[in-house]
């Protein structure tokens, strides 16, 4: 390595305590060569990666001459500190640009989604000597992506601070993303958020920077780079456990004392069906096939998720989209039994189109139906962590389905999953061979 300067300089998280390390030449089996730079400030490690020899060179003699004459290093970004704003547009800049084109194409849930998790990484991706004013990520959360917004003046005065802190995106080095990723799996109280919400965060992280390297701002995603922890390695779907979906007693009595006719068929609507309630919101009355007598079949079209007015293009509080993981066009047949047929029936009238679940010709209100199920809950005196969210009773339907010995396939169809998700989900509720098989281990005992 070539030490190239020593002694600490004045300012604070700068070093002219530098050393630039000989170029190594990474070669791994089924992915593209590449060549690393790796250099030291103030005993912090700093690396970054090429794809071309020639580059990774040219990068080198840059740190090694800005080393020589005597220029402090950031030692947070590794970078001389004339040159940090000189290597692209800020990640800020990136973000902008990046929900900028996908919000017209994105359903209002997944841009809450995307939009939360960024302003999360965004406020992190400054220097570690740089403190984030109050109600930055809020102010992210109420603009990205958005034109012409109105802002208040607190929120200008943060996002202007963010665009003078933002790192320029050719700066993240792997050790920044490292530190990115610790503060970001860490809640406001300091307590470690879940493995799924920090696998999230590390996700929409790489996306950011996947962009930036499809707009040829940088050749590598540093992201990539950075070794996987085993709490956030892909795990697509968690398993429900029985205590959450309670029981159909619980459910029945529960669902029974809901004040509000529309809100307790609603709600019954999620159960017997097993449909998600953002499909019951969307449920119209033409996709209803209901008999005098005997079962009757929904056939869905629409899924209508309620994430809050400034999300949707509509400007209303649910985002009326197809269904789940399926082309514009799909339907998906749920079939219904008398129970849901008469109540159907009963709801919808002399009726021939529009939403079967409307007050005053809006949809339902997704608060006012997790309003009436949180008090119908408190009032039965069900424990907390037992059916808390309406959402819930498609699962309880989904595992007494199974348990009456329905095949996994048929289940699925209605639920509307593939047969592998519906297993991995519902693997720990399943019980109805549980008596067979107690009774072969314990013949084998007593042998």
Known sequence: ???????????????????????????????????EVRWVVDTQEHSRSFEFKAQADAFRSSLIAAAKTGEPFDVDTGQPVGATRGTGPTCYEIAQQMMAAKWVNSAAKSRVTE????????????????????????????????????????????????????????????QIVRRVLDQVATGL????????????????????????????????????????????RAVTSQAINSRQ????????????????????????????AGMRPSEVAALRVEDCNLPAAGWGELVLAKSSASVGRSWTDSGKSRDNR?????????RRTVPIPPELVVLLLKRIGDRKRGWVFARGGEQVSDVGVSRAWKHSRGWCEVNDDVLPRVYDLRHLAASLWLNAGVPVVEVAARLGHSPEVCFRVYAHVIHTERPRWNAVIEAALDA
């Open 1 to 35: 390595a070539d030490r190239l300067a020593t002694g600490t300089g004045s300012r604070l998280m700068q070093s002219y305590d530098v050393r630039v390390w000989d170029l190594r030449k990474r070669t791994r089996t089924g992915r593209p060569t590449r060549f």
């Open 115 to 174: 939009v939360d998790n960024l302003a999360h990484v965004l406020c992190a991706l400054v220097p570690t000597n740089r403190t984030a004013p109050e109600g930055l990520r809020f102010a992210l959360r109420a603009t990205l992506g958005r034109k012409n917004v109105e802002r208040e003046p607190t929120a200008t005065d943060a996002l202007r601070w963010l665009k003078r802190a933002s790192l320029p995106v050719g700066d993240v080095t792997d």
């Open 189 to 232: 109280t300091g307590k470690q958020l879940s493995d799924s919400v920090r696998k999230q965060r590390r996700t929409y992280l790489s996306g950011l920077f996947t962009y930036a390297v499809e707009q040829k701002h940088i050749t590598v995603n540093p992201v990539a780079t950075v070794k996987v922890k085993k709490s956030e």
């Open 245 to 272: 979906i309670g029981d159909l007693e619980t459910a029945r009595n529960t669902i029974t004392q809901i004040v509000g006719d529309l809100e307790r068929d609603f709600v019954s609507t999620v159960f017997l």
């Open 322 to 330: 197809g269904l789940k993981n399926r082309s514009a066009s799909e």
